[in-house]
C-alpha cells in the first residue's frame, strides 16, 4: 500500500519539477466519454464507419490551445505538449483542498469555475489559485533569469512595469491601462503597483504566479487579503470576505484575460493574474 502510494506521489512530483520531460511510459490517458452518444441515427445518410476514431481532447487542453494560441500547445495521450516539453495532464489523483493547490496537474486548474457573477466566491472556491508549475515554466520560463528575458516595460500609471511578453501578456496589460486610463477617478488603486518576483508563495512551497510576469499586484493601500481579515485562520476554515476594490477595475481586467483574486474564498484583491483559459466560456 505505502509503496503504491509513494509511486504516485513520485508520479504527481514530476508535475512540479522544472521541465517535468520525464515521461512515464504508457501512462493511460482517461477514457473520457464526449456524451455525444445521443446523436448517433439522428442524421442523414452519412457514410458510416471508415473515419478512425479522434481521441477526445479533454475541456481544461482545448481551453489552454485557444488562450494561449502563441504557445503552440498541443494534447496527446494525457500529455500537454509546450515549448518542447511533455507535461502530464491529469494524474489520475484524488487531492483534497491543499493538496490541490500545493501539487496541481494541468486538469486540477480546471475543476473549479472562475465565477464573474458571485457577489462573494463560494466555500473554498479558489479558481486559478492552484497552477500547474511545469505548464508556467515551460510558458514563462523555468527560473527568475529566463522569466526576466521575455519582460518588457508596460506603462502603468507613471509606472514603468516590467511584464512578459510571453503569450501577448503585455499587450493584454496595456489594454488594461489604457482602458482605466480615463478613469481618473479610480488612479489612487494604481500606484506602487508591482509585477514580477520570483519566489514561494508566503508559507508554502508553490510557485507565486508573480514568478511568470504575468501576474500584477496593484495598490496594496486599498487591498484586502484573507489572512490579513481572519488572522490565524487555516485553509479549510470559514472567513470573512472583505474588499474595497470597485467591480469597475476589475471588469477591465476581466475582459482583456486577467483573473482577480478577490474572486478567490482565499481572496487577494490586489492580484490580478493573465489567466485567459480561466475565462473563456
Ligand atoms: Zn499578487
Known sequence: MNKILSA???LALTCTLDGCESKPAGTPAKQETSGTGATVGTTSA????AEPEKPDIPDGARRLMAAYPDAGITYSDNRIIVGGESIIYDDGQRKDFVRQ???SDVEDMFTMTYDTEAATPGYLNDAGRGRCEALFKAMYGHNAAE???HLVTVKWFGQNLRFTSVNGANRQLEKVAAELEG????RRFFGQSSTFYWR???GANRQSAHSYGMTIDINVANSDYWQWANPGKDELAKISYKNRIPMEIVRVFE???FIWGGRWYHFDTMHFEYRPELLQR
Open 46 to 49: 452519412e457514410p458510416k464507419a
Open 147 to 149: 522569466v526576466a528575458r
Open 183 to 186: 478613469k481618473p477617478e479610480l
Open 8 to 10: 504516485i506521489t513520485l
Open 200 to 202: 514561494k508563495v508566503r
Open 255 to 257: 475582459k482583456h484575460g
Open 101 to 103: 493547490l500545493d501539487d
